[in-house]
Structure formats: structure tokens, C-alpha cells
């Protein structure tokens, strides 16, 4: 069966988020122009069960047993890889789609052949307020700057993670996701790639998504944000793949993000150790994670070859994608209103 969009929906012990997210996917326009893809990395519980369930519904629909938990990077490169259609979209499973979201997206990329990634208005898994689009570009820390809500599509960084489109011929030929990034920052390494090749990202903003967020690392609350929360892991990935953004697409003068970078970090580490007292959960996340960062040089000099081979715009060019409001400020905000987060030792 051909089909115009492949729906790639990464899941992991995701039974509760599914149904709801298949549901909509059935109640979808343009229905009969998708195949929807589950890539799972080895589940427990009843995700299985519940996509078989959507198959008389959904007869395009395929599930793919990664047989363990190969994380979000290389687990949505096979779903992709797996796509009998040009356009890819990359969902999360904590979400749904409004009714005519899918053929909203369809019509943009044929009007627009010269963009290669398009990112939805995201909002509340629960109501309308807005959650994003992905990043506008960075900060003159070297951290993501969110973009603010707007009516009509603009010039974007990176999609925002949870989901996006984009071409599948161009998603490998800038290199797909890194598989050694394992989670977190990786649609800004693929946006930074898109961009830094001479293509484009753009938003759509009446193609609209409801995503709860966090549902793994933040499950508290069910389908509302009701504390903040972290962890070594999590913690960890960041840091590194921060460091990592930078120390692989940055050509010359962006370089020097580091430096501004790296004293933040020191910062966020001082504020997590008074929080916690916990000297073991900073040096596992923090420290380990710069360590780690400036000690995988192979895979830094791996991409930083492929990213000059690939690029038709350098560090002067990408400047427009910088900028001076600390991109950390909508999370401070969410400190204020949340509280600061909670640690768990994991």
C-alpha cells in the first residue's frame, strides 16, 4: 500500500499514551494517505496488544520489536529507515493529533519543495496552551532559544522533538540521528545539519499537536505537569549532548560558545549540589557529562568531517540564529511555578 506520510511513533512501556494517540491518527483527514510505524524498543506491557487492536482501523499500520530499549535516536532511525513514503513524521507516543493535522502538513511540503523540515504548533496534551514549535536558534550560551507562538509559518532552528516532518531522503543524507546520542538535544543536531547544508525548517502553524511531555522522566501528575523532576541519566545526556551540539557543528567563531557554556554548567552544577547536598549525583551527571563529552573525539571528528562535506553555510550565516535572551528563562519561569526540581538517584 503507497502512501503520501509515514507516521514514525517511537514507543517504550507506552500502553497508557497509545490508544489515545491511535485514535486520533484513525480520526485523521487524510487517513487514507499515511502508514503509521511503531518502532518499539522492547516493551512489557500491553503496546503490543493495543496496536494490533488499530489494525482493522489502521491496515497500514506496522509494528517493528527493536527486542530492547535501543533509545530514541537509533530506535526512530529504523522506523524511518522501515518508511515506504517521502515525508517522515517523527511522533512521540504522549500525544495526539487534531483531526486534520496530517493533511495540513501534507499540503505545506507541496507547496513549499524548498524546505525539508516542518515543524507543528505544539500544544498542551490537555488544552490549548502553548507548549512551542522548537528552537528559533540559541543562545549566546550555546542553549536552545525557544520560538514563541506565532500565526504564520517562519524561519525556525530545529523542529520541536516531539514532532516533526520531514523528507526521508534528506534525513539520511544529512546523517539520520547520531545513534551514540542516545536522547535529548538531537533535534537541534538535526536542524543545525538541515540548515548548515543550505535547506530549510519552518513551522506550520495551523497543523496542531497535544503532547503531555516528560511522561517517562516526569510521570507524576498523568497527563498534567504537576512538579518538576530530574535525574542522573537525564542530567547527564544533557550536559554531554550540549557539549556535543557544539563541539560538532560549530565551524570556527561559534566555537567560543564553549567557554560562556562550560561556566554555566559549573553554575548549574553549584545550584544542583546545594539543592541536593548529593556530591554523587553532580559528579555523575555534571562532571561525568563534560568528561565524556570532550572524550568522545572520534565521534566528534567523525561528524565534524561529514557536517564540511555536507555544508554550504558557516558560522557567519548561522549568526542569525543567535541570540541574547537566555534561552533557560521559560524554564526558570517553570521554577517559579513549580517549584524546584525534585532529584531521583537514578
Same mark, same amino acid.
Given at each position: +500500500?503507497?502512501?503520501?506520510?509515514?507516521?514514525?511513533?517511537?514507543?517504550?512501556? #507506552?500502553?497508557?499514551? @497509545?490508544?489515545?494517540?491511535? *485514535?486520533?491518527?484513525?480520526?485523521? !483527514?487524510?487517513?487514507?494517505?499515511? *502508514?503509521?510505524?511503531?518502532?518499539?524498543?522492547?516493551? !512489557?506491557?500491553?503496546?503490543r496488544?493495543i496496536? *494490533?487492536?488499530?489494525?482493522?482501523?489502521?491496515?497500514?499500520?506496522?509494528?517493528? &520489536?527493536?527486542?530492547? &530499549?535501543? %533509545?530514541?535516536?537509533?530506535?526512530?532511525?529504523?522506523?524511518?529507515?522501515?518508511?515506504?513514503?517521502?515525508?517522515?513524521?517523527?511522533? &512521540? &507516543?504522549?500525544? /495526539?493529533?487534531?483531526?486534520?493535522?496530517?493533511?495540513?502538513?501534507?499540503k505545506?511540503?507541496? *507547496?513549499?519543495?524548498?524546505?525539508?523540515?516542518f515543524?507543528?504548533?505544539?500544544?498542551?496534551?490537555?488544552?490549548?496552551?502553548?507548549?512551542?514549535?522548537?528552537?528559533?536558534?540559541?543562545?549566546?550560551? #550555546?542553549?536552545c532559544?525557544? !520560538?514563541?507562538?506565532?500565526?504564520?509559518?517562519?524561519?525556525?532552528?530545529?523542529?520541536f522533538?516531539?514532532?516533526?516532518?520531514?523528507?526521508?531522503?534528506?534525513?539520511?543524507?544529512?546523517?539520520?540521528?547520531?545513534?551514540?546520542?542516545?536522547?535529548?538535544?538531537?533535534?537541534?543536531? @538535526?536542524?543545525w545539519?538541515?540548515?548548515?547544508? #543550505?535547506?530549510?525548517?519552518?513551522?506550520t502553524?495551523?497543523?496542531?499537536?497535544?503532547?503531555?511531555?516528560?511522561?517517562?522522566?516526569?510521570?507524576?501528575?498523568?497527563?498534567? =505537569?504537576?512538579?518538576?523532576?530530574?535525574?542522573?541519566?537525564?542530567?547527564?545526556?544533557?550536559?554531554?549532548? #550540549?557539549?556535543?551540539? @557544539?563541539?560538532?557543528?560549530?565551524q570556527?567563531?561559534?566555537?567560543?560558545?564553549l567557554?560562556?557554556?562550560?561556566?554555566?554548567?559549573?553554575?548549574e552544577?553549584?545550584?544542583?549540589?546545594?539543592? !541536593?547536598?548529593? /556530591?554523587?549525583?553532580?559528579?555523575?551527571?555534571?562532571?561525568?557529562?563534560?568528561?565524556?563529552?570532550?572524550? +568522545?573525539?572520534? =565521534?566528534?571528528?567523525?561528524?565534524?568531517?561529514?557536517?564540511?562535506? @555536507?555544508r554550504?553555510?558557516?558560522?557567519? /550565516?548561522?549568526?542569525?540564529?543567535?541570540?541574547?535572551?537566555?534561552?533557560? %528563562?521559560?524554564?526558570?519561569?517553570?521554577?517559579?511555578?513549580?517549584?524546584?526540581?525534585?532529584?531521583?538517584?537514578?
Amino acid at each position: +500500500m503507497s502512501a503520501d506520510i509515514s507516521l514514525v511513533i517511537l514507543n517504550y512501556n #507506552g500502553a497508557q499514551w @497509545l490508544d489515545r494517540c491511535l *485514535e486520533s491518527i484513525c480520526c485523521q !483527514t487524510a487517513a487514507g494517505r499515511l *502508514e503509521v510505524i511503531i518502532t518499539d524498543n522492547g516493551s !512489557t506491557d500491553e503496546s503490543r496488544a493495543i496496536c *494490533e487492536r488499530f489494525v482493522p482501523r489502521l491496515p497500514a499500520l506496522r509494528f517493528i &520489536n527493536n527486542g530492547k &530499549n535501543l %533509545w530514541y535516536c537509533e530506535a526512530n532511525n529504523i522506523g524511518a529507515a522501515s518508511a515506504r513514503s517521502p515525508l517522515v513524521f517523527i511522533l &512521540n &507516543n504522549d500525544l /495526539w493529533l487534531e483531526p486534520d493535522c496530517v493533511e495540513t502538513l501534507l499540503k505545506h511540503s507541496d *507547496e513549499r519543495p524548498d524546505v525539508q523540515l516542518f515543524s507543528p504548533r505544539v500544544l498542551n496534551y490537555d488544552g490549548d496552551i502553548f507548549q512551542g514549535f522548537g528552537a528559533r536558534g540559541l543562545d549566546w550560551l #550555546g542553549i536552545c532559544s525557544s !520560538t514563541p507562538d506565532h500565526a504564520m509559518p517562519r524561519e525556525l532552528f530545529s523542529g520541536f522533538g516531539c514532532a516533526f516532518v520531514i523528507r526521508k531522503d534528506y534525513f539520511f543524507k544529512v546523517g539520520a540521528y547520531p545513534p551514540e546520542l542516545l536522547i535529548y538535544g538531537d533535534e537541534l543536531d @538535526l536542524g543545525w545539519r538541515v540548515l548548515a547544508s #543550505g535547506r530549510r525548517v519552518i513551522s506550520t502553524p495551523s497543523a496542531k499537536v497535544h503532547h503531555r511531555g516528560a511522561a517517562v522522566a516526569n510521570p507524576a501528575g498523568g497527563t498534567k =505537569h504537576v512538579e518538576l523532576r530530574t535525574n542522573e541519566m537525564k542530567r547527564f545526556l544533557s550536559v554531554r549532548n #550540549g557539549l556535543l551540539l @557544539l563541539l560538532k557543528n560549530c565551524q570556527h567563531i561559534l566555537l567560543l560558545m564553549l567557554i560562556p557554556h562550560l561556566l554555566m554548567l559549573g553554575c548549574e552544577a553549584l545550584f544542583f549540589l546545594m539543592l !541536593t547536598r548529593n /556530591w554523587k549525583f553532580v559528579r555523575n551527571s555534571y562532571v561525568a557529562g563534560v568528561v565524556q563529552a570532550f572524550g +568522545m573525539t572520534h =565521534h566528534v571528528r567523525a561528524w565534524r568531517q561529514k557536517n564540511r562535506s @555536507l555544508r554550504r553555510h558557516g558560522d557567519f /550565516w548561522m549568526l542569525r540564529f543567535l541570540y541574547l535572551k537566555p534561552g533557560r %528563562w521559560g524554564e526558570a519561569m517553570e521554577v517559579f511555578r513549580l517549584g524546584v526540581p525534585k532529584v531521583e538517584q537514578r
